[in-house]
Each structure stands twice: as C-alpha cells, then as structure tokens.
C-alpha cells in the first residue's frame, strides 16, 4: 500500500459531516476532507432494502494514520458500521503530497 490514501465515508447529516472533519483534521489524521452534497443511497440493512439521504466524505491521509483514522470515524460516526473504504494513492503532485505530509505532522 502507497503512503498516501483516500478513505471514503458518508454521514446522516451535513452537521455531522462538519463536526466528523473538523475533529479528524484536528486531531491530525486528516490533512483534509472534502464534504460532498447530499447523495440518496439504497442499501440492504438487517435484511431490508433501506433508502436514505447521505452526505459523503472524502477523506486524505497516510498510510500510518489509517488505524487511528478508523477508530477515530468509529467513535465519532452515527452509524453501526460506518462506511470506511481506503483507496490508494498511485500518483500525485509533488507539492500537494508535501503539504499533506506538513498537515499530518
């Protein structure tokens, strides 16, 4: 796995998508994370096919702070199992990698 990611999540309310990355970047496992408007997903939850409103999170972080970062949307998520999906980093522009690496010291 490649130092840098991308996890993605999503949360009931724009209220909790705020709270979610204010404390992530604040606590430094985050350097950012892009809230997404709402989105409508439909999911199978306890054997029902379940429709809801969500609001999408974009996530970035390194590849060291990843244990930390899922404890922490664990303990701050609304959800019994939050979404919680890493995606790998192939490439990125140099001085944005740097700058993730300054917000994440």
């Known amino acids: ?27 430094r496992l985050a350097a950012c994370v892009n809230i ?3 989105v409508e997903s439909v999911y199978r939850w306890q054997g029902m096919i379940e429709e809801a409103v969500e609001i999408p999170l974009m996530i970035k972080t390194r ?28 490439q990125g522009s140099a001085a944005y990698l740097k700058w993730i690496d300054e917000s994440l010291e």
């Open 36 to 38: 997404g408007g709402s």
């Open 63 to 90: 590849v060291e702070k990843l244990e930390e970062l899922e404890v922490a949307v664990r303990r701050l998520h609304s959800y019994d199992i939050p979404e919680f999906l890493v995606l790998t980093v192939n």
């Open 1 to 27: 796995m490649g130092p840098y990611l991308v996890v993605l999540t999503t949360v009931s309310s724009i209220e909790e998508a705020k709270n979610l990355a204010r404390t992530l970047v604040e606590e």
